[in-house]
């Protein structure tokens, strides 16, 4: 029988084992990092590649901090807030800013002042954006990306309109809609319904789309002198159509069709019109005054950490860095979306590009897509009795008082 040498024997193990170690230290730790859950809705492919990669350089700069990244493809909100009455949700998470009042006023975010420290720089995100996840003196949400909404119109269209330049007032936009119209026998300009392309027209006479206590007020006299603009040139100039009427689905397809020459669209349809519609020669504007007020709407995401996380210093480091300079710069480099943070969009150079510059001029002035904790209730019955009102199957009047009862009965049961 061979008889084992115990010492020489453990002097290998040691050694394969050391070497094995030296081999592998950065995934053993990994397996020792803290991990973190982060959760968001289903965006294009290229945006979920890219948060990858993102990813991905947060966790090579910080080796004790690993990151599950999950995409929620449908019913997001809902399933985030099942998660968090059962105590199960995410560690970060993205808040549209439409749902924000609502999960704000309900003591589940984590409020982030005292993990902003000075040499993070909170005077560099644009007011608008981080002003919308603020409630009762707290920041509860950094915003990373944004768009505003800015006209696109078709040069080739106004060039053969004999139209030099964009319309600056909503009267000019009617005038160069009826005459593209009859000039190229196809539609001057498409209307998008819904009330976040409507909202800042209530506003431009002073009109509001809820009160101080968040019941709908859009019905007021105030409010519709805005909306009434839209009925006219559908019903009287004929000059608009809206995307069923040409058989699309949204307003950059009925755009880069060519079934419409002017259309009102934010950031999103840039890298859309370019890909799908590559011969399609266009510009953008700021929009078109009303009443001689400038406006626009604005919608922003925030990353928000979940008041029960059991990693919040580990969750602070993440929703930092992507909301930090180095990690937005890689999040909008490819202009897909637009960065919070004013040093970022200077140093990639979008307040100089000539189709996103109109898009970010907007945004000091713009209305954030917001309107209060019930969203649903005050989205839902306005949009619904505004398409009749713009099929002329009711007055205007008679479509908003609907609406506005409607929506305030909804929102009576749910406080």
């Known amino acids: 029988m061979k008889i084992i040498n115990l010492g020489k024997f453990w002097g290998i193990v040691i050694a394969i084992a050391i070497a094995i170690i030296g081999c592998h230290s950065l995934p053993l730790q990994k397996a020792n990092a803290a991990t973190i859950k982060l959760s968001g809705w289903a965006g294009s ?43 199960a949700a995410p560690d970060v998470f993205y808040l549209d800013a439409l749902e924000a009042p609502f999960l704000m006023s309900q003591n589940v975010l984590e409020p982030l002042d005292n993990y902003i420290q000075p040499e993070f720089n909170i005077e560099d995100f644009e007011v608008t954006l981080l002003d919308s996840f603020k409630y009762q003196n707290h920041i509860y949400g950094l915003p990373k990306d944004y768009s505003t909404l800015a006209l696109f119109y078709n040069t080739q269209s106004f060039v053969a309109a004999g139209l030099n330049t964009p319309p600056s007032t909503w009267s000019e936009l009617r005038f160069y809609s009826q005459k593209l119209t009859s000039k190229l026998n196809k539609y001057g ?33 105030s409010s519709l002198p805005g909306l009434q603009l839209v009925i006219d040139q559908y019903q009287k100039d004929k000059s608009s159509a809206q995307k069923s009427d040409v058989g699309t689905n ?53 990353y928000v950490m979940n008041k029960q996380s059991q990693h919040k210093a580990e969750a602070w480091e993440l929703i930092s860095y992507l909301t930090g300079k180095a990690g937005m710069q890689k999040w909008t480099a490819t202009g897909f979306a637009l960065p919070t943070r004013k040093s970022v969009a200077q140093k990639l150079g979008y307040d100089k590009d000539i189709l996103r510059k109109p898009l970010l001029a907007g945004v000091s002035y713009a209305t954030p897509w917001q309107v209060g904790k019930y969203p649903a209730a005050i989205v839902n019955n306005f949009d619904n009795q505004f398409v009749s009102a ?16 409607a929506a305030n009965q909804q929102i009576k049961v749910m406080e």
Not at 252 to 265: D, L, P, R, Y
Not at 271 to 299: D, S
């Open 390 to 405: 713009f099929l002329g199957q009711q007055t205007l009047n008679q479509a908003m008082i609907r609406a506005q009862n």
């Open 189 to 221: 300009f498409g209307e998008i319904l819904e009330l976040p392309r409507q909202a800042y027209k209530i506003q431009a006479f002073g009109g509001r789309i809820i009160d101080e206590n968040g019941y709908a007020t859009f019905a007021s006299e």
């Open 45 to 87: 492919q290229v945006e979920q590649q890219l948060l990858t990669k993102v990813l991905q350089d947060f966790e090579a700069q910080h080796p004790n901090i690993k990151v599950k990244y999950e995409v929620i493809s449908d019913q997001y909100m809902d399933v985030i807030k099942t998660r968090l009455v059962g105590d």
């Open 250 to 302: 949204s307003g950059s397809e009925m755009f880069g069709q060519g079934k419409v020459a002017m259309v009102i669209e934010g950031n999103w349809a840039i890298p859309y019109l370019q890909e799908t519609f590559p011969q399609l020669q266009f510009a953008t504007a700021e929009l078109p005054t009303i009443n001689n007020q400038k406006g626009t709407m604005v919608f922003t995401v925030a």
